[in-house]
Each structure stands twice: as C-alpha cells, then as structure tokens.
C-alpha cells in the first residue's frame, strides 16, 4: 500500500525497458514490491503483500538516505490537508477517523469524518434515517459540530462499505465543492460539500491506515487533545434526495 508522496518504495525484479526513448519500468516474473514511510525518523517498516523478502543493512541505509534527501527538496510538500485550511473547489487528500457511515443507494455512499480541527465555512450534513447510520452514538453525539460528510460515489461505494466505524482513513483526491445560496449575502450563505468523486485520477480513493502509521499516532494526538465544548460552526442540512441529486460528474470532466 502507498499512503501518499514521500512513501519510498523498492521493486525487486523490476525489468527496465525503453519506450518513446525513454526508460521504463515493467514488473517481471518474481516481482514484488516493498513500501516504507517516507518521513524522517519513522520506523523502518516495510509494507508489503509478500510473505517473505530479503532486507539488507545496506537497504536499510538507502531508506534512511531517501528520506534524509527529501526533505531538502523545495518542491516536496506534504499532499495531506487539514479540514481547517481546506479552501473551496480544492482536491486534497485527507487523514481522518471515521465515526459514522451510511449506505445511501448503489451508487453513493456517506462516510462521516473528523480529524479535529474545523472547517473556515460552514459545511453540509446528509439527512439520513437514524436506524441506517452505523456509528458508536455516544461518541459521534460529542463531535457532531467537528465532523464533515463526504459523499462516497460509484467505485469507491465497495471500498466505503468496507469500512469499520473507529478505522483511520486517507481519502485521496477528495473534492471540496462550494456550494451558494440564492440569498444575496455569498459570504454568509455558502457552504462546503465534500464528494469522492467515481474514477482512480490523482490516486483517487480511500486507505485504511494501521494504528501503528507514525501519521494515525499524530492524528490521534490531536484528537485526544479536543476541547469538545467549543462553540460549533454552523452547518447547513440537506436532505438525502437533494443530496442524491448531484451525481458524480464524467470522470474526463473532473479536474483535480
């Protein structure tokens, strides 16, 4: 699994090629892959699927090596955002903890997120019926002014209902859509919808992060840390057919 850019990745058995002259890389007989956090000082723990693998002390200098060169790049910038410096129409990923999900119909699906900060403009909520929300009551009850709902659609609806109520999520290339009111005064009648949009652009989907990702043990320390007796942010309710409204768009249409 790749989690997101910096991860450091090495191919074993990688056949290397030339295409429009140019190199290129093609998996082989044998190929498999080992994948690494790419930050600094993490552990030196490899993600793979393969059941056994070699791992030399020179390859364990290399890694240290990548992630030490990395951060000296000045065009490296770290692709995860924050809810609170979300900007409209902006695509971002996001590391977040899911408290609640529902199934909306086959082709759309709610998750509902929070990473503990809160969005600058207010944002949406789906109505749903209470009996078809799977969350922990007591828990989602206490946040409900920090959450967002991000609306699921088309390929990623399998992966959404997947998805175990307490994991720790990347969604990748998820979309920030503004949306205004016929009022005259914008400023005060806008507010944030936030879709997964159909297709794989820019790595669009969702990532289940295990519990001992150095990000999760960071996210998690800004969540213990909460005061959930601030004055919520308003937010604005809609209805699941409005909602239901607003297809995905063609995937060719999407920008992102």
């Known amino acids: 699994k790749i989690y997101s850019v910096g991860d450091i990745v090495r191919f074993h058995r990688i056949k290397i090629t030339q295409f429009n002259s140019e190199f290129l890389g093609v998996s082989s007989n044998g190929f498999s892959a080992l994948v690494f956090e790419g930050t600094a000082g993490a552990p030196v723990l490899p993600r793979t699927s393969s059941k056994s693998y070699s791992f030399t002390e020179e390859d364990h200098k290399i890694v240290e090596s990548l992630r030490i060169w990395q951060m000296g790049q000045q065009t490296f910038t770290k692709s995860r955002i924050k809810l609170s410096d979300i900007k409209p129409e902006q695509y971002f990923n996001l590391i977040c903890h899911l408290v609640g999900k529902a199934e909306l ?5 709610l998750l509902k997120v929070w990473d503990g900060s809160k969005c600058a403009l207010p944002t949406w909520k789906v109505c749903v019926e209470e009996e078809a929300l799977e969350r922990n009551s ?17 390929n990623h609806v399998e992966a959404a209902k997947s998805l175990k109520v307490g994991s720790y999520i990347v969604i990748q290339n998820l979309h920030a859509k503004l949306h205004n009111t016929s009022n005259e005064n914008q400023a005060q009648n806008s507010y944030l919808e936030f879709h997964l949009h159909g297709g794989t652009l820019y790595g669009r989907g969702i990532t289940i992060l295990p519990e001992n990702d150095i990000d999760v043990k960071e996210l998690q320390k800004v969540l213990d840390t909460v005061n959930l007796n601030e004055e919520p942010l308003s937010t604005v309710d809609l209805t699941s057919d409005n909602i239901l409204s607003q297809k995905s768009p063609p995937f060719d249409a999407l920008e992102g």
């Open 105 to 109: 119909d086959k082709a759309s699906y």
């Open 138 to 154: 007591d828990f989602l009850s206490h946040r409900h002014h920090l959450t967002v709902d991000v609306l699921v659609y088309d």
